[in-house]
């Protein structure tokens, strides 16, 4: 007669899943498996799941260690923003919180204030906020620098870690010459 064994923690957890499943109604076309996994021991784990996993495999711990990678950022683009605020931001609705003014600066000067103006502003939660890069429109037809520039910056880390979203300012903020800025919040 075979010992009785005390009951494991994964017997717990598929009683209590059992009991949770019970509760439920499955979707459509869906079954709630009602039978415990087959055991095996050839395998080494304990049980073992009666469908083949489609998932692919975690990444490997040297992967799994490194950074997320953020979506790539492009001006008028929304993808972190529901649509509402999205149309708001555009159309220059959102109460700005925060405004800086690059007009006058070099390009070391203009990235140095832009980077303390963003993560002064995500520390201090301002959500919304504008830069001003000028139009910089050159005789020759060229654009400004900074009007170049800024946009790449934004989508650089670390910058890009605390933007949401970004797109040309509505006329009365400046138009093509300035930016709105949604920031996440902090914390």
């Excluded at 994964?10 to 209590?16: F, G």
């Excluded at 709630?32 to 304990?46: D, I, Q």
Aim: glycine share 8%.
């Amino acid at each position: 007669m075979a010992k009785k064994s005390k009951p494991s923690a994964d017997d717990d957890d598929w009683a209590l899943w059992q009991k949770i499943a019970g509760e439920t109604e499955p979707l459509p076309g869906k079954k709630v498996e009602k039978a415990p996994p087959k055991l095996t021991e050839a395998s080494g784990a304990k049980y073992q799941n009666p469908k083949p996993d489609k998932r692919p495999a975690p990444p490997p711990a040297s992967v799994a260690s490194a950074p997320s990678r953020l979506p790539e950022l492009r001006a008028g683009e929304f993808a972190g923003l529901d649509k509402r605020t999205a149309q708001r931001l555009k159309r220059g609705q959102l109460a700005i919180e925060g405004r800086l003014d690059l007009h006058h600066k070099t390009q070391a000067e203009a990235h140095q204030a832009l980077d303390r103006f963003i993560n002064e502003s995500v520390l201090t939660g301002r959500r919304t906020v504008i830069v001003i890069t000028g139009k910089g429109l050159k005789p020759t037809g060229e654009v400004g620098v900074l009007r170049t520039m800024v946009p790449r910056w934004l989508k650089q880390t670390p910058l890009r870690e605390n933007i949401v979203a970004f797109c040309e300012a509505a006329p009365k903020d400046g138009g093509s010459g300035a930016l709105y800025l949604r920031l996440k919040k902090f914390g």
